[in-house]
Every structure is written in C-alpha cells, then in structure tokens.
C-alpha cells in the first residue's frame, strides 16, 4: 500500500470515531439547566435601607462626689497667745496717763507685800514711725497695780527721761510725743504676773519697770 493510500486510511477512521463520540455522548436529564440557560436575574438581592441614628440629648454627667463633713469632737483646746507688738490708741501722751485694765476685788493693793508681782509675760511696744524718723532716745517707767490672777488691774505712767541725741544729757520731762507713752500703756496693760503674797495669801500689789526706746 502507498503511503497515499495510507494517509486516507487514517482519516476515514478519525471521521468515523469523531461520529461515533457525538452519537453516544450522554445528554442531560430532563428540566436541569446548563450554565447557559441559568438566568441570573432572576435572583434579587434585597438590601434594606440604612437607618442612621442621632443621640437626641447627651447623658446626664455623673453625680459630684460627696465631701464627708467632719462630726465636731466637743474638745476645747485652749492656748495662751502671746502678742509681741501692739498698735497705737488713742492716749494721752503725757505723764498723767493711766489705763485700768483687769479690775480686782475692793481691797486696797498691799504696799510692800513680801513678796511682790513678778513678770511672766512681756510685751513690747510697737515704736511709732514717727519716734523712728527723729531717733528718740528714751526712758519710760510704768507703774503696774496687779490683781490676785496676775492681769494687769491699772498702769500708769510715773517718770519719762529724755536723752540728748548730741550730748548724751537726759532730763526729766513731762511729755515725750511721738505716740510713745500711749504705745507704752497699751503695751503694758497686756503683761502678765505671777501675783504678790503676803502672810501666805494672794495680794493686789503694784509694781514697776522702764520701757526703753532708741538704745
């Protein structure tokens, strides 16, 4: 056989077997679909509307917070304040004067108890601007009536001395300005005493001491 004759051969036999592969192919069942008959409209998706929300008001803020109130004890603390400086009042400025502070019973001061008052506490005068300025220089002396719980009954002032700036003289005067002597009584009528004895019993007594300005 040629090889013509053979090239024939072989494509009669492929024409029969592609036949034969159409004709006993397996057709699909009755009512199903193939990938082209699926209509894809059919199918909706309902997609529902969104709702948007608004807060209508904002929250109430949170309660403040309750501060304890403290329950009072009933104690009673009791402290002695001591004032250094005192301010100025209205005085005489003059030798004649005399305060009267804590009064005392009616019996009459002791002259010369045995033993007399004595100084527990102190307070300093507040020196005017005014006796700064001109650099007085002086003495004042108290006199001091004390009574049975050691406050300051009367003071009174009984001598003032006056130094000379230049020659250092002093003199006795009768007024010394400045607001010194009233800074001095105010002053005085706030020391406190251990009281005078006398025969073993508490007494009213005087004493005396000096308020010193400019040394």
Known sequence: MSY?????ACVIIAEVI????FNFWPTPEDGSKTYQDINFSDDV???EDVVMTRQQSQPPPPPTPQVPIPEPND???EEEIKLDEINDTEFS???STSITGSMGDSEKPVTNPQRGPSVIRIVEPTVPEAAKKANVKAEIWVSFLVNEEGLVEEASISQIKLYDQETGNVRNVQTIGY???????????????RPAKNDGKIVRAYTRHIFTFGF
Do not use: P, Y
């Not at 013509?4 to 024939?8: G, I, K, V």
């Not at 592609?18 to 592969?21: D, E, K, S, V």
């Not at 607001?179 to 020391?191: F, S």
């Open 75 to 77: 104690k009673v603390i």
């Open 93 to 95: 400025d003059s030798l």
């Open 45 to 47: 998706v309902a997609i």
């Open 18 to 21: 592609a036949l034969g592969f």
């Open 4 to 8: 013509r004759h053979r090239m024939m």
């Open 179 to 193: 607001g010194l002597a009233d800074a001095t009584i105010n002053a005085a009528l706030q020391w406190k005493f």
